[in-house]
């Protein structure tokens, strides 16, 4: 048990150092400079009780630089139980390339089109613009935002992630944003490597083209993360997926409050996880199972786990802040050292919750 503890530990290590030497040697970057011409810009955002949310969002909105004539907002209100829908229709008035819909009741049963993906369909047959560009309402874009993602753009290419980080000062939310770094880190290796599979719906742009083939969020099988499942859906029929990253496309969001929250948030996300191939498994298994592996290996080899588990922490810090620097963030070392308690802590528990036999949660509605 000690030596295949061991041995595991030991792949975990090998892991994140490819890791920072693919972060370091295989970076893409998608600049195309000047762009040639605007293509016109449709911005989806539903909101689902963002009353307080809502301010810091439409403001960054108004900041953003690229040409107002070639943009359309489309804002909608998702059975909103607070402000959000006078928010919305208020600043609609003062925007004339902006448009407002009430969300209509899902047309099918909640097991195949879940709510988000639903709303996201009736907004999506408003656009008029040649790219579709997605973010949420507790986020904060930066004025470049749509410039950058569009630069992601090339042949064959149907959808471009963006890059987002949370914002705070205590602890909990620096730990869940080094969580986001690491994650994404990950996601944008692979993806650089040419095994794009999955998004992110809170910075993403669609092709016209490309989502009106796939069908839309209408045309998509249902699953608790449509980003994911657009993903998956682009490439079934032979579109590229690009991650862009950048500080003109990093967008800012928001913690979650408390650790019960969180843990719904990283439920949903692990419904996703579940369908992504095995080589993504694989590579999150191995993340996870690093803690009982170095426990085990504590016990039978004091000194070597005592040597292991600092340098993983040491790859994985280096590795987090590197990526950090790509989007134009410099983290704290100090602070990425204690990450490590905080991840053992969530991981594990997010894979205890996963199982535990209770309905996911998504704003009120509930999902088996």
């Known amino acids: 048990m000690g030596i295949l503890s061991l041995s595991l530990v030991v792949l975990l290590l090998f892991q994140d150092f490819v890791l920072i030497l693919l972060l370091k040697d295989n970076f893409k970057r998608y600049k195309t400079g000047n762009l040639p011409s605007y293509p016109r810009a449709s911005i989806l955002i539903p909101s689902r009780n963002e009353a307080n949310n809502l ?43 902006a448009a407002f819909i009430s969300i209509q009741p899902n047309p099918k049963p909640e097991n195949q089109l879940n709510g988000k993906a639903n709303a996201l369909a009736q907004m999506g047959a408003m656009a008029n613009g040649e790219v579709l560009l997605f973010t949420d309402a507790d986020c904060l874009v930066p004025e470049g935002w749509v410039e950058k993602m569009i630069e992601g753009l090339g042949p064959e290419v149907g959808i ?36 794009s599979i999955t998004a992110m719906g809170n910075n993403m ?5 490309a989502y009106d083939k796939v069908g839309g969020f209408a045309g998509i ?73 170095i426990l085990l290996v504590l016990w039978f080899f004091p000194v070597i786990g005592l040597v292991a588990w600092n340098v993983k922490i ?9 990526f950090a620097v790509y989007a134009g963030e410099n983290l704290n070392y100090s602070d990425l050292l204690l990450f490590e308690i905080y991840y053992m802590i969530t991981a594990w528990s997010t894979i205890v919750y996963y199982f535990w036999p209770s309905k996911t949660d998504w704003k009120g509605r509930q999902y088996l």
Not at 57 to 68: F, I, M, Q, R, T
Not at 162 to 185: M, R
Not at 314 to 322: A, D, E, N
């Open 55 to 97: 301010p810091g969002c439409l403001s960054s909105l108004e900041k953003l630089s690229y040409p107002s004539d070639k943009i359309q907002f489309i804002l909608g209100d998702d059975h909103s139980t607070d402000a959000t829908k006078s928010i919305l229709e208020a600043w609609v008035k003062t925007m004339p390339n």
């Open 221 to 293: 099988p249902f699953s608790l993360t449509e980003d994911f499942e657009m993903a998956r859906s682009l490439k079934n029929i032979g579109y590229k997926g690009v991650h862009q990253i950048s500080p003109e496309n990093l967008i800012e969001t928001k913690a979650q409050l408390d650790f019960s929250s969180l843990l719904e948030q990283r439920k949903r996300w692990m419904a996703g996880a579940f369908t992504l191939p095995v080589y993504w498994k694989v590579l999150l298994a191995i993340q996870v199972l690093f803690f009982p592996a």
């Open 205 to 209: 742009l669609i092709t016209r083209e």
């Open 314 to 322: 040491f790859l994985q810090s280096h590795f987090i802040h590197r």
């Open 160 to 195: 471009v992630t963006g890059i987002t980080t949370i914002k705070g000062k205590s602890n909990f939310e620096k730990f869940q944003a080094f969580d986001w770094w690491l994650s994404l880190g990950m996601v944008k290796v692979l993806d650089d490597l040419g095994v």
